[in-house]
C-alpha cells in the first residue's frame, strides 16, 4: 500500500525517532509499504518518520542511480545491487574529506541543494529479522545512507544549508508545507488537513 509522504514542517520530521524491538506492530507490512511507497514517488530512500512514523528505521535503494553513466562499471554494478533495511542504526564513524553532491528529498519536493558529507561511514544496524551488523559504505551508498540516517535524527538536508541558502529556500519550504506545489505522489501537508494525491 501506498502511504502518503509527510512534507515539509510537519513535526515529526524534526524528532529523534526511537528504536523498535522484534514486537513492533505489523513490521514486515510497514516495511513492504514503504518500499512501494518509496518506489512510487521515484525515490532511492526512505525514512519512517517520511511516512509520518517517528521509529528509527529506514530503506535504501540506490539502483536508479545505476544508470548514471558518470560513474565507472563497477560503481554503477555496486549501486545497482544496493538494496537494504535499517532498523536501529547507529553511525559509528564518517571519515575522509567532505565531498558536496546535490540532494533532494521526497519530503522537499523540487528542492535541491548541494551537501557537503564524508565519503566512508561504519555503521552498526539490525535487519528485518533483528540480526545485527556492522558494515562500512562509501561514496554515493555512504551518502544516502546518511542522508536517510539523518532523518530518524530530526535532521533535514535544508538544515545542512549555510544561512544564505536557507534564507532564500525560505518561501519555497513554506509553500511546500502549506501544499502549494505540484507533486506525482502522495503526501500529507501540515498546514492542510486533507491529503492530496
Known amino acids: 500500500m501506498i502511504l502518503p509522504i509527510v512534507a515539509y514542517g510537519d513535526p515529526v520530521l524534526k524528532k529523534r525517532a526511537t528504536e523498535i524491538t522484534p514486537e ?3 513490521l514486515k507490512s510497514l516495511i513492504e509499504d514503504m518500499y512501494e511507497t518509496m518506489y512510487g514517488a521515484h525515490g532511492v530512500g526512505l525514512a519512517a518518520p517520511q511516512i509520518g512514523r517517528s521509529i528509527r528505521l529506514f530503506l535504501v535503494d540506490t539502483a536508479p542511480f545505476s544508470e548514471d553513466e558518470s560513474y565507472s562499471k563497477s560503481e554503477r554494478n555496486a549501486l545497482k ?3 537494504k533495511t ?4 547507529e553511525i559509528l564513524e564518517e571519515t575522509g574529506e567532505e ?12 528542492v535541491r541543494e548541494d551537501v557537503l558529507r564524508k565519503p566512508h561511514i561504519k555503521i552498526r ?3 528485518e529479522n533483528f540480526e545485527t551488523y556492522t558494515e562500512e559504505f562509501d561514496g554515493l551508498i555512504a551518502r544516502v545512507i546518511q542522508h ?7 535532521v533535514l538536508f535544508t538544515d545542512k544549508v549555510s544561512s544564505l541558502k536557507k534564507r532564500l529556500l525560505k518561501s519555497k519550504l513554506t509553500s511546500i508545507s502549506k501544499g502549494k506545489i505540484n507533486v506525482d505522489y502522495r503526501m500529507r501537508f501540515p498546514q492542510i488537513s486533507k491529503k492530496r494525491f
Open 24 to 26: 513492533y506492530s505489523d
Open 81 to 83: 545491487l544496493f538494496k
Open 86 to 89: 535499517f532498523i536501529n542504526p
Open 99 to 110: 565531498w558536496a553532491f546535490n540532494e533532494g528529498c521526497l519530503s522537499i519536493p523540487n
Open 125 to 127: 544496524y539490525q535487519d
Open 148 to 154: 536517510e540516517y539523518d532523518h530518524i535524527e530530526g
